[in-house]
């Protein structure tokens, strides 16, 4: 087989993800919308998604331009401009990527709503369907991006400026939505259930819209930016790594794998969509884990026969079921932390002595759901390392360690084979919750709230589990775009006993936490701001706590987004800036350590947020099964704002940090070397 005819497989896979997401929101789109005052609420929320992205995707593209010129002054002057072009289309496709998601999902949200007052099962379909979309559109758009330029230029080295502009759109996309959905969200809960006494999403509270808003803003739009990424820079790692294993054995495969891996997750999530069917007095939870399950079920039979087929080496699917397994196995334990379980149960129960108590509580169990993911990832970095190194070691020119190495890129390539499914659950959450607070600010019936509170919990953990696994790919993936990086600057080791290296490790170790301090305090300024304003026109609107007036919802969408705007900046070019210098004051190899050590330090700290606020957020909804309105309950609601902004703005953001580090330090290697400071 030729390799033209190879790489059509790769593309026609992202056709096929394609059209199934086609296929799905058109189905979605025909669903009943409910009656006049669903319609109107979805309306308002669909308007203030569509001026937000509008004006949020100016700033980007803005920032987006000037780099590719930045980019272009320094790789392509006088040449053909492969770096500088393409980061921009990767930076295009990103934003993309996260309209997509973010247009299906404000289509999904009433139809879920309306679909709710008749039964759990077609409620339970629409909504997986309409973050389905998401899923598979990403997975797609990385595939063929990824593809058609490795085809144009011929070498994978040349399209890493893709993944380093899909990772700068995915950082303000996530920071920015994070702020915003986050400052709204505090702000409406803080003076409507806290102070107030009324529902979460009363029509009564001026930032009820500001905060279904923020959830397609944040939670999708910033979600499907981010696993865009994601999938596009792990991939091109991945192949980077296969040329070293090209050249010593002639098999084209070992660059192409990655993309074939990504075709055979492709069909293995289509296949899984059958077997998310709910049923009436079911856990929401049960049909979503199926879908999981058998996804990984097809996705492992798949990478087996791909990778005897091309590489003809068993193990390396062993060293590929590592990854799957790995990617199971965090799912399985985030669920364990954010689910109604016994953690969130403590810290339901913690809240009975109040505010102080949940937090300590909720803060020990984040802090403790970190241990876990971490000794799964390192363990499918061991096993995975070693199976590839017994691949090295029978392959003449290849060797323990580079056989190692690629070991893990495999496992990688396994993990992401279910980003498709994962990556539908996690457009299932906000979906559901913008369709919960349909239900309660139209009026619907007290059945039928009871049952959308009940997907709105399984929404908050599938959201935890995207997080947990989206970590997850960036600790697996950790050795290769290190190694990746140590390729480009032409070294096997960083000696951190070297003073300038052991300042770059100590740098990059705390960047994670000062890039979260800003990012959390953004969200503490935006949401002061939506508090005094919703506290405003309860004081000041003449028959607005009794119903008789309307409040006005424009205003806090516009206090969310101004603040948003603003508040992306800082830590967003912090990101950016920071290897810059630490590169060309300190040298390449220091950078090395800066990049390593933010990885680690990252990974954990963000994961303990994103499961952490998750269990927060969970326990508030524990109690609001039993207990609404009573000092236990705005003990709980005070946890969960806490909670809030770690789990929904910094430690999303962080993981996008991870990536944009790696892709930014491969993309600007050569330039080290030859410029820097220190050699």
């Not at 998601?101 to 999904?108: K, P």
Request: net charge neutral; with cysteine.
């Amino acid at each position: 087989m030729c390799g033209s005819m190879i790489e059509l497989i790769p593309i026609g896979a992202g056709l096929l993800a394609l059209v199934v997401a086609v296929i799905l929101a058109l189905w979605v789109n025909r669903q009943p919308t409910g009656n006049d005052k669903m319609r109107a609420i979805y309306s308002a929320i669909r308007e203030g998604s569509h001026a937000y992205m509008k004006r949020q995707y100016k700033t980007i593209i803005i920032i987006s331009i000037v780099l590719a010129v930045v980019l272009y002054a320094a790789f392509d002057f006088g040449k053909t401009p492969y770096t500088s072009v393409a980061f921009l289309l990767g930076a295009f496709a990103s934003l993309v990527a996260g309209w997509l998601s973010m247009e299906v999902a404000t289509r999904a949200n009433v139809r879920t709503s309306a679909a709710a007052e008749k039964g759990v099962a077609k409620a339970l379909r629409i909504a997986f369907s309409g973050g389905l979309v998401m899923g598979l559109a990403n997975v797609a758009l990385s595939l063929i991006g990824v593809t058609t330029l490795y085809v144009l230029y011929g070498d994978p080295r040349l399209i890493i400026g893709f993944a380093f502009g899909a990772s700068l759109s995915a950082l303000f996309a996530q920071l920015g939505g994070g702020i915003f959905t986050k400052a709204a969200d505090v702000g409406a809960d803080l003076v409507g259930k806290v102070e107030k006494g009324i529902p979460e999403d009363d029509p009564r509270n001026a930032a009820v819209i500001a905060d279904n808003v923020g959830d397609n803003v944040g939670d999708v739009a910033g979600r499907g930016a981010d696993l865009f990424e994601s999938l596009t820079g792990e991939n091109i790692a991945a192949m980077i790594i296969g040329l070293a294993l090209y050249a010593a054995t002639n098999n084209i495969f070992f660059v192409l794998f990655p993309l074939l891996a990504r075709s055979v997750g492709v069909v293995a999530t289509i296949l899984g969509i059958p077997f998310v069917r709910g049923k009436e007095g079911q856990d929401v939870m049960v049909p979503l884990r199926n879908g999981v399950i058998a996804t990984v079920i097809f996705a492992t039979i798949g990478f087996y026969f791909l990778t005897m087929n091309t590489l003809g080496n068993l193990d390396l699917f062993f060293a590929g079921f590592s990854g799957i397994i790995a990617s199971l196995l965090i799912v399985l334990v985030t669920e364990y932390y954010t689910g109604m379980h016994g953690p969130v149960k403590a810290i339901a129960k913690s809240s009975e002595t109040g505010p102080a108590t949940n937090i300590i509580t909720g803060l020990a169990y984040g802090l403790e759901s970190a241990f876990a993911p971490v000794i799964i990832i390192s363990a499918a970095i061991g096993a995975s390392f070693y199976f590839g190194g017994l691949f090295g070691v029978a392959t003449p020119g290849v060797g323990f360690v580079l056989g190692g190495i690629f070991g893990t890129a495999v496992a990688t390539m396994g993990m992401l084979a279910i980003a498709g499914m994962i990556l539908g659950l996690d457009g299932f959450g906000p979906i559901v919750d913008n369709a919960a607070g349909i239900i309660e600010m139209s009026g619907g019936k007290e059945a039928v709230r009871k049952r959308i509170d009940a997907f709105d919990a399984a929404g908050n953990t599938t959201k935890a589990l995207t997080k947990g696994y989206a970590l997850g790919s960036a600790g697996l993936a950790a050795l290769l775009l290190f190694r990746a990086y140590l390729d480009e600057i032409h070294i096997s080791v960083v000696d951190i006993a070297r003073p300038e290296v052991m300042i770059a490790t100590f740098i990059g170790a705390a960047l994670p936490f000062l890039f979260s301090s800003l990012a959390i305090k953004s969200v503490g300024k935006a949401a002061h701001k939506v508090v005094e304003e919703v506290r405003r026109q309860f004081r000041e609107i003449k028959g607005l706590m009794s119903g008789k007036a309307k409040p006005d919802y424009a205003r806090c969408v516009d206090i969310s987004t101004v603040a948003a705007q603003r508040g992306m900046v800082l830590p967003g070019m912090l990101v950016i800036i920071s290897p810059v210098l630490i590169g060309f004051i300190l040298g390449p190899v220091a950078a090395g350590g800066f990049l390593m050590s933010a990885t680690i330090s990252g990974f954990v700290l963000a994961m303990w947020m994103n499961t952490g606020g998750a269990a927060w957020d969970n326990g508030k909804k524990y109690v609001e099964t039993m207990e609404k309105y009573t000092p236990k309950h705005a003990a709980a609601v005070v946890g969960d704002t806490v909670g809030d902004p770690l789990k929904d703005t910094a430690g999303p953001s962080i993981h996008v940090l991870i990536k944009l580090l790696g892709t930014l330090s491969i993309t600007l290697a050569l330039l080290f070397v030859q410029y820097s400071i220190i050699r």
